[in-house]
């Protein structure tokens, strides 16, 4: 039996909808949407006497006040580096370990030495394919995917160069910008070494079924990379349950400063040599945390996480007795039902302008499928046309590839200007989604998105 049926039945658990409580958490998160919008001071923002509208949250989404006002207590009364004699330097190294440990509670993973912080997602990815690369030798094969964005994919690409591995690629299902099983299945091998995935597509919102890949990978002996930027602030993380031997994602894209964060399993960070400075720690997720990490941005997500805890205690239904990690998991849990009505809403109102062609999974009754990114080009406009009009109106979208390199080339939009992409996060309306849809209705019946010509 293949690699591909035989984990099948027992990993491709289907995305679970939202029972009775879920449906109820979520519809009063929705209820108080307003409440949530008071927590975000760049909410706040008004263009032409209208609230900005923040449709780019897959680029990076807005702070809260707790995070705002975590950084500034770091700089004002706690900055000093690590491991220093005195009282502000302790401070600092008490925040940075809390941050840890509140960070393992959100990824779900076995304590704080099992997640580092770094500079982005792409540095520590780079940090850890290098690491990886030292021990491959020719011959050896890593599979990676067109779906995904590019930091999951330029720094396995360099090892082919640097090491002489083999690249594997899977492919996309056009038509719903889906993941090939059947296409990973071929790529994997006795040689394979190395599976590198996405959770959710940054460019389409895709959710991949992660813990059916990583059976997949681990049956063929390899050793899994999940990149989990794009879905982390919609789809509950829980590494243990993945089983993937590392995981990466982006506090910038869930309410955080900028920063990057990385899950190892345990033996597998010891196991491998990191390139660090002599002294720095040999042993535990420090040894990957090159240089003086930024404290004041590190104090910052834990003003975020603080947040998502109060969120899931407020609104998830996880009381205020519960621990962390269960505060998180029900902000999380309630963020991703609530979001499905956005992303419904989203649907129906760009599937009524013309000439749009949105590219991804466009079934309602899919939804759970996906998270709510959306893609789409606009027949007579380029993206970028689209979107500075939109911009000009006070919406914020993206346009261009956002670095999904191979997913828009496999689309063949790579010469035409890519996509317009919007995003849609926990703190968004369904007005803002009104509204989008209006300006795109104006814009395609040649009036500009202010409605004239």
């Not at 813990?211 to 002996?221: D, E, L, T």
């Not at 999904?404 to 010469?415: H, K, S, T, V």
């Amino acid at each position: 039996m293949s690699a591909y049926r035989a984990t099948k039945s027992r990993a491709a658990a289907p995305l679970a909808t939202p029972n009775a409580p879920e449906a109820a958490a979520a519809s009063a998160l929705r209820a108080a949407v307003a409440e949530i919008r008071a927590q975000f001071p760049a909410l706040s923002r008004e263009h032409g006497g209208r609230p900005y509208s923040y449709l780019d949250g897959p680029g990076g989404t807005q702070v809260p006040r707790r995070t705002i006002d975590a950084m500034s207590r770091y700089l004002e009364r706690s900055n000093a580096n690590h491991e220093g004699g005195f009282a502000t330097s302790e401070e600092s190294d008490a925040i940075l370990a809390e941050a840890h440990a509140a960070a393992a509670d959100f990824l779900g993973a076995g304590g704080p030495d099992e997640v580092a912080f770094g500079q982005n997602m792409t540095t520590l990815t780079f940090s850890v394919s290098r690491a990886i690369g030292r021990t491959l030798k020719p011959g050896d094969e890593i599979v990676v995917t067109r779906l995904d964005h590019d930091a999951n994919v330029a720094p396995w690409l360099a090892l082919q160069e640097e090491r002489g591995v083999t690249v594997r690629w899977v492919g996309i299902r056009e038509a719903d910008c889906t993941l090939d099983l059947a296409d990973l299945e071929r790529a994997l091998g006795p040689r394979t070494r190395m599976v590198a995935v996405g959770l959710a597509s940054n460019a389409v919102g895709t959710i991949n079924p992660v813990r059916q890949i990583v059976a997949m990978a681990h049956a063929a002996g390899a050793m899994t990379y999940v990149d989990a930027v794009h879905a982390a602030p919609h789809v509950p993380i829980d590494v243990k349950a993945f089983d993937t031997d590392f995981l990466v994602c982006s506090p910038y894209k869930f309410f955080g400063p900028h920063l990057g964060l990385l899950y190892g399993k345990p033996e597998r960070l010891e196991r491998l040599a990191s390139y660090k400075v002599r002294p720095a720690p040999d042993t535990g997720s420090g040894k990957w945390e090159t240089g003086t990490l930024p404290g004041e941005s590190i104090a910052g997500v834990l003003g975020t996480f603080d947040y998502l805890a109060w969120l899931g205690r407020e609104f998830g239904g996880a009381g205020a007795g519960a621990s962390r990690r269960a505060a998180l998991v029900a902000a999380v849990e309630t963020i991703q039902a609530a979001e499905r009505g956005l992303s419904l809403a989203a649907l129906a109102a760009l599937g009524e302008v013309p000439g749009l062609k949105l590219h991804g999974i466009t079934d309602p009754v899919r939804v759970v499928e996906r998270v709510p990114t959306f893609a789409f080009t606009l027949a007579g406009h380029s993206p970028r046309e689209v979107a500075a009009e939109l911009g000009r109106a006070g919406i914020a979208v993206w346009d261009g590839d956002y670095y999904a390199y191979e997913l828009i080339r496999a689309l063949g939009l790579a010469e035409s200007g890519g996509m317009v992409r919007v995003g849609f996060v926990h703190y968004n309306e369904t007005s803002e989604i009104e509204r989008l849809a209006e300006a795109l209705r104006s814009i395609a019946a040649g009036r500009g998105a202010g409605g004239t010509s």
